[in-house]
Structures are given as C-alpha cells and as structure tokens.
DNA sequence: CTGAAAGCGCTTACAG
DNA sequence: CTGAAAGCGCTTACAG
C-alpha cells in the first residue's frame, strides 16, 4: 500500500525506478533535453550532451514510462485484440473448448507486433466490455477478429478507436477490413468433394444464414456456386464450432447419406472424422471430409485433414500495415488455397 | 498527426473524449470530487453530489483513463505473460509451429483475469526485450511461463516488476511460484506404461539433462524412479517440441527396439504416433505412448493420446491469486492426473 | 543549442 | 462535505 500510495514505485531492493528527471539530474541538463534525445530529436540537442545523457540513461537503467509518455498524445504502442466468439456461449460455466484458430492467430500477431514496435493486449469479453477496455487502456488501435454486424456499432461509434475488421462482417466504412474471399474457401471445400465424385454434400457449420453476409454464409455461397455448376445436390445444417459437435453431427450425416462434407473449422472435421469411425464408416471411401483453416491438428486426425488455407502470414501482415497507416473503408481481400491430405 | 500533437484523442467525429474535468464542469463539482466518486470514496462525498456526478459519466459517456491513472501511484490493473520458449528457436525465419499449449494457457488465463478485473498483454521475447517491455508499460505483475535458471537473471534483479513464475524453474526467493508436481507426471507416465507390460522405455523431449531441476529433467526422475521400481529399463533421446521431432523420432524408437514411449508434449506423441504408423507398428500393439499436457489434440489422434493432464484451471487460479496477492517465496505445487485414452 | 513552463488526465493529502 | 494545490513521468512549444 504504502509504496504505491506515495506514486514512486519501489521494487524488492527499495530502489525506485529511476526517471526522466533523475537522468537529467545527473547528466546536468533538463529534462527536456533528456526526452529530446530519447526521442532522437537530435538536432535539438548537442552531440556533446546527447552522449552525456545517453551514457547516463545507461548507468541508471532508465527506461521510459510508456504511460506517461501516451498521457501527452503520443502514441501507446500497444495495439487490442478483441475475440467475442472465443467461447462458444452454449458451454459457459464449465471449461469451454477453445477452438485452436485464435491461439494461433493470437500468437502470431503478436509475433508480428512485436517486429513492428507493438505490444499486444488481448480481450475476449463482449460489447460493453470491450469498448470499455479500449477507452480505459489508450489502445492506439483495435483488431477486432470475428465480429459480426450486431457486435460492432457500440465499438465502432466511439470517439478515438482506430479499428481493424479482422474475419467481420458489418458496415464500417471509417476503419480497414482484412478477410480471406470466404466466398472461394467456399467454392474450392465443394469443389474438390465434386471432383472426386461426389453428388450429394452437405454444408456445416456455424449459422450458415444465407440472407446475411456474415463468415460461414459468404462461404456457403461458395459452395452453392460449385454445386450449381456441377449440378449437385447441397444440403445444409448448423452445428457449433467444436469437435462435440462434429461428433454428435456423423449421425445425421449418415442418415441424410451424404458422401461429402464441407465443413467451416477443422475442429469440426476432427469430430465429424471420428463419429463416422465410430458408426464404421469410412473416409474418405462413404463420406469424404473438407475442413477448413488448414491448423496443425489436420495432420494429427486420421485420416488427415484436406482443408483450406486462409493464409494467416498474409493477413497478419496486412492487418499490421492498416495498424499503421490507417486507410478508412480499404478492403484488403487475401484468396484462399486448397491444401490437399486423405480426407478429401 | 496534429490530433495527436494536441495532446487531444479526438474520434472520427472531432469529438473529445470527455476527461475528468469535462465532468466535473458540466457536474458543477471539483475534478476531485468526481474522483472520490468514480472510486467508491463515498464517505468524502454526499449522495447527492455522488448522483450528479454518475448522471454526467453517464451522459458524456466518460470512461476513466487507466493510463493518467496508474501514474499516480495507482494499480493499472494490466498484467503482463512472457513465453519465451514459444517458438521453436531452431525453426527462425520460416512460420514456426506453435505448441498449441501455450494458446490455451494464453486465453484462459485472459478469462480468469478479466474476471478478477485485469487486462493481459503478452509477450514472446527474450530476456532483455521482455524486461523494457515491463518496465516501460507499468505492469502490475508479470506472469513468466516456461522459463528456466538462465533467462531469468535479468527480469528479477529488476526493481519494480512483481512476479509469479509459472512452469519455471530458478532460484526466485522474492516471487511465488505455480507448477506442476513434474516428478508424479513423469511417474504417472512411465508407471501406466509398465503397467501394460512394457520393459524397454524410452523417454522423449526437450533437455531432459538429469543434473538440472528444469521441467522436462523433473518428469524425466519421475519416469527413472517408476522404471527403477520396476526394473525397468529407460533409455533418453532428446528432440524438440513439435509434430516433426516425434515424426523423426519414430524411425529411432523402432531401432531402438523400444515397447513404451514417455513423451513430454502431446504435440511430440501425436508425430511418433504417425511416424509409427508409416513404419507399420501398431500403437498401443507394438508400442504403447504416453502424451503429456491432455490438450484437445488427444482426442483427435487415432489412436487418441493418453496423456497428462497438469490441472491447468487450477494452476491458473493459483497464479492470478499470487497476483492478487502476493507471497514472496509462496510455491503452489499442483498434482496432475492420468488420463487414459487409446494410445497406453 | 538549452531551460523553464505549461499541460496530458488522474489522485491524494490538506485546508476550509 | 468540498475545493485548490501539488504531483505522477513525460513532451512540446516557446523564450533565451
């Protein structure tokens, strides 16, 4: 209490973080002069003294307050991400599955942050929460990964958010939007179940509604295309995204008797693998299986995965560069690949 | 540019984001009487100034500005993770796997926090990067995964940094300490497989070096004391952590002439099982293998990992009650359990 | 090239 | 119960 209450942070040896003024101190100039090299104002200040307090922010092992620093409208460095769909909603309480997408996009953004100067925050909690957390922590921008129309407006009315449509759909001409062409990932999951023969599919997924623009519609479009072209039958039903429901989703498929799957997450594949084993079907023999965002765990299933690619290196990097030169309404759309395995 | 020289954040819309004073202005109080409110002092303040001032944030939509307030000496509420063995260090330039642990720990361990009112930010980097990345952020507490004696120096001689060391091991008498009882993993791992019938082990994973007190050298004991009991030999290969490392090790495991395979990942376990299966050995049939960490991925291997399981909810309770409050030397050992499935 | 001053948004003793 | 003042650590015009 006592060391926080006086404002001058302490750590276990009593020593107090030293700062600006400490460093001007003891190089014998002002602080300004300290914050202009720090800055690499350079021609502000002489070389002469710009060595001297160099020499002293090293001795001291100064570094700077980043919180104050954004106090006086300097940028934060320190960018959001925000994840409402982490969870799937019907399991809470409980210790819900997670799908493994968003570690890995998490982990890589970061990646990709960090080269550029940024530190990453990230928030999975909904609406009313997530604005808060943005307004509180000065976040010089948000990613916002997965959002759909009606998650967006209370984020996206509010003053001094500069946002990223990461996967949204919505209407939000004021920020930038990164997406992969749904409609293709789509169109390519169905096509290659019809090239190896397949006539009666099956779509599933996460509301495939085919009335609004959101994720999984986009691609559901996509693969009425293929199947319109081919002349093949496409059925439709919805699931959560997880193995469970995968699993609990082999039943109907056997008794629709479908020989083709597309799915909208690989989860959903690994389940609907493994309920098909379970009633003794085989894959892709009776029912080829599409996942889709080509994860790790598409090698680990058996048979392996068939799935889509979104090209995450690509979207993160573009992601990264509308984080720093800000375009209101760009559309940055990356295509999809097919990446081929046993199950399709 | 000139909106943020000002000093003033203002939205798409040219509107500022109300302060403190903008307020107390429109509330007809002081700046400070509209703090005392917004922290609950109540007693420095009468009802009804209290209801005027909650009327105006509400109105003016004013969010608190955690940055200007953590300067002052107050908590930010903002908690920092560092992984520094995210990526596999070998596999620099290219798009590294991940182990997908790291992505479940990273978003529950948000979830627990965010519960108890912090934000996390996390960070990949090594030992100099991760401590100016403290430093300069004011984080309350840093929760350091994975780390072991050699990283650590820099991050705990540094003023100011609370830490709970998460998984890691060294000497860190200041700070409190969450992990597993790795001996019993390993021990669980190795006793299940002698209890099948196996006689010639072997065990697989990062650095098991048997004069260190490190993660993998822990389970590695603990799998030596169960082979010991049982007059059962044990041999070691060391590889690194990934689906490739276990793909690759396949090829020794049937040379080596082994029956049973401890493994300290489930990403390492989900190669062996494939490379095995290239090979023509049937698991558990010609050799039975033992996963560890009991993450989702077991279940969507054929056969599905047996695994263990190191109680990770439980841990991450533990390592936000030791950010909350803080007991220097505190050291929350938690055991793990067996989870069979398939493979052993 | 350098320093004193004012300000960023908030909090906390301290007088009234 | 309330307000004016000083301060947190930093930055930026503005005088010298």
Redesign the interface.
């Known amino acids: 209490m006592s060391e926080?209450?006086?404002?001058?942070?302490?750590?276990?040896?009593?020593?107090?973080?030293p700062t600006i003024t400490d460093v001007a101190r003891e190089a014998g100039v002002s602080a300004a002069a300290v914050s202009y090299v720090l800055n690499g104002r350079l021609k502000e200040v002489s070389p002469a003294t710009a060595e001297r307090v160099l020499q002293k922010v090293r001795e001291l092992?100064y570094?700077?307050?980043?919180?104050?620093a954004?106090?006086?409208?300097?940028?934060?460095r320190?960018l959001a991400v925000i994840i409402p769909t982490?969870?799937d909603p019907r399991a809470v309480g409980a210790?819900p599955?997670?799908n493994?997408f968003?570690?890995?996009f998490?982990?890589?953004l970061?990646?990709e942050a960090?080269l550029r100067g940024y530190?990453?925050?990230?928030?999975?909690?909904h609406e009313e929460?997530s604005?808060?957390?943005l307004?509180?922590?000065?976040m010089d921008a948000a990613v916002l990964a997965g959002f759909s129309e009606w998650d967006l407006p209370g984020l996206l009315k509010?003053?001094?958010?500069r946002c990223v449509l990461f996967d949204s759909h919505g209407h939000a001409p004021?920020h930038g939007h990164v997406r992969t062409n749904e409609q293709k990932g789509g169109y390519l999951a169905a096509e290659r179940l019809i090239d190896i023969g397949r006539r009666r599919l099956l779509f599933l997924g996460a509301k495939p509604v085919a009335t609004s623009d959101n994720v999984p519609s986009e691609r559901y479009r996509g693969a009425c295309k293929a199947c319109e072209l081919a002349g093949v039958q496409l059925q439709v039903m919805e699931t959560a995204v997880s193995?469970d429901a995968g699993l609990y989703a082999a039943q109907h498929i056997v008794d629709m008797a479908v020989d083709g799957v597309v799915t909208t997450a690989d989860?959903i594949a690994?389940g609907v693998l493994?309920g098909l084993?379970r009633l003794g079907r085989s894959v892709p023999g009776d029912v080829a299986v599409m996942g889709y965002d080509n994860l790790?765990?598409c090698?680990?299933?058996?048979p392996q995965l068939s799935s889509i690619d979104q090209g995450l290196?690509e979207k993160i990097r573009a992601v990264m560069d509308l984080v720093e030169q800000p375009e209101?309404g760009a559309v940055r759309v990356i295509d999809p690949t097919r990446v081929l395995r046993q199950s399709a």
């Open positions: 926080l209450a006086t404002g001058k942070r302490r750590g276990p040896d009593g020593l107090r973080k092992g570094v700077k307050n980043l919180a104050a954004s106090l006086t409208g300097q940028r934060s320190m982490l969870y210790e599955p997670i493994p968003y570690g890995e998490l982990i890589r970061e990646h960090r530190a990453v925050c990230f928030h999975t909690g929460e604005v808060q957390f307004l509180q922590r000065n509010n003053p001094g958010i004021e193995y989860v690994a493994d084993a790790p765990i090698q680990y299933t058996r290196r209101p």
